[in-house]
């Protein structure tokens, strides 16, 4: 599956964005994450939702800011962020996992393919 993010950009603190991925192949097949890079840190987990978008799962930094979404129809995942705060700053991208299970996991080596990231910047 070869997957696209998109919908990066500079933002206030405060403010809000909408991240999407596009993706070729069985979408419907794989367990869909994203991540994300700050810069001089490691990449981190940062949503993730399971086939049939009925498990959702979310980093601690991102609960009740962030919502991850599914839409099988047109082989999208998206990230919607609120209350963007400068620490959110990052490169963010998406990944897919073909897994067996019903929660997807959290951890980078599970997922199989990547997407190229997409630039979010939050200005103080």
């Known amino acids: 599956v070869q997957l696209q993010a998109s919908g990066g950009g500079l933002v206030q603190a405060g403010g809000s964005l909408r991240l999407s991925c596009a993706a070729s192949?069985?979408?419907?097949?794989?367990?869909m994450g994203w991540f994300r890079r700050a810069p001089g840190k490691e990449r981190e987990f940062v949503a993730a939702?399971?086939?049939?978008?009925?498990?959702?799962v979310y980093a601690d930094s991102v609960k009740g800011r962030f919502t991850i979404s599914r839409d099988n129809t047109r082989n999208q995942v998206y990230l919607q962020m609120i209350s963007l705060k400068p620490e959110d700053t990052a490169v963010y991208y998406c990944a897919a996992d073909l897994a067996t299970g019903e929660i997807p996991f959290t951890t980078m080596m599970s997922y199989d393919y990547w997407g190229q990231g997409t630039l979010v910047t939050v200005s103080s």
């Open positions: 939702i399971d086939r049939s978008a009925v498990n959702r």
């Open positions: 192949g069985s979408f419907s097949d794989y367990h």
